[in-house]
């Protein structure tokens, strides 16, 4: 058990509380009954593809606590199937659970988005400041014996509000005003959490923008090590910490490469 923080620490806490909730795409608050249902039910969602990987419920908008929400509604964008995010000083996020799956190495994932504008004024590696129109939300599973007793409390903590611990890595691929392609960044909090940029600056707003990933050498690139079982997917467009109304269009999710022939 870990000691009971001094009271100049529970802003803090509070905060790395938040933070649990982003690394499982979720929190307290539940959404409403009938969003997955509509979700399920729409284009974008029927061409979101998952080779030989299962998901364990349907996608889920997941709330912070009494914060404004980002507004997440199944669209189409250029003629492509979508989902549109608008955040009006929002931030929750859309998830998809997963069934644990070990990936094959070379396993990709492929994914688009749709931006007008980015967010000048965000900072990645602030915790003030810690916003973006656009990211990818992958999470996985692993051995904790390794955490730090910071992230164990965090893992706690998460665990008492949302009923699941923090996952054990948590990888977001973000689009970027600051930080040039391929910048690895921490979590300001938690080295469980980190940010690859794939895309940075202005020079490709207002058309679709296709990427295609390997997940292996991602998450290498970012963890230093090899993924262990992938456990949800999600999406996250968000500004509460700069204050401002923010958009963005996401195409349909697509991984290949599927299982290792273990775990099939």
């Known amino acids: 058990m870990f ?3 001094h009271p100049t620490d529970w802003p803090r806490r509070r905060w790395l509380l938040g933070m ?29 593809t998952l ?8 996608w889920v908008h997941r709330r912070y606590g009494n914060r404004q929400p980002t507004l997440y509604e199944a669209s189409e964008r250029e003629g492509r199937p979508a989902l549109h995010a ?10 998809l659970p997963l069934q644990p799956a070990a990936l094959a190495p070379g396993a990709r994932l492929q994914f688009s988005w749709w931006v007008p504008a980015l967010l000048p004024h965000a900072d990645l590696r602030s915790a003030e400041a810690d916003d973006a129109v ?8 692993g051995d904790r014996a390794s955490w730090s007793r910071r992230d164990h409390m965090l893992s706690e903590l998460a665990q008492l509000v949302t009923g699941e611990p923090m996952p054990y890595a948590t990888l977001i691929y973000v689009w970027d005003d600051r930080y ?41 690139l970012a963890f230093g090590h090899a993924p262990g079982a992938l456990t949800g997917l999600g999406l996250m467009t968000d500004s509460n910490n700069t204050r401002v109304d923010t958009e963005a269009w996401y195409g349909p999710l697509a991984l290949r490469g599927g299982l290792t022939a273990a775990a099939r």
């Open 3 to 5: 000691d009971t923080p």
């Open 51 to 58: 080779d030989g990987v299962q998901a364990s419920g349907p």
């Open 134 to 141: 656009a990211r990818i939300i992958l999470t996985f599973d």
């Open 180 to 220: 040039p392609v391929g910048s690895v960044i921490d979590n300001p909090h938690t080295r469980r959490i980190r940010k690859l940029v794939v895309q940075s600056g202005a020079e490709r707003l207002g058309r679709w923008v296709d990427h295609d990933r390997d997940v292996h050498d991602d998450f290498r």
């Open 86 to 95: 608008r955040s009006v000083s929002g931030n929750s996020t859309l998830r």
């Open 20 to 48: 649990g909730a982003l690394a499982l795409g979720g929190c307290a608050s539940a959404p409403t009954a009938d969003e997955p249902e509509r979700l399920a039910q729409s284009a974008w969602a029927r061409a979101t």
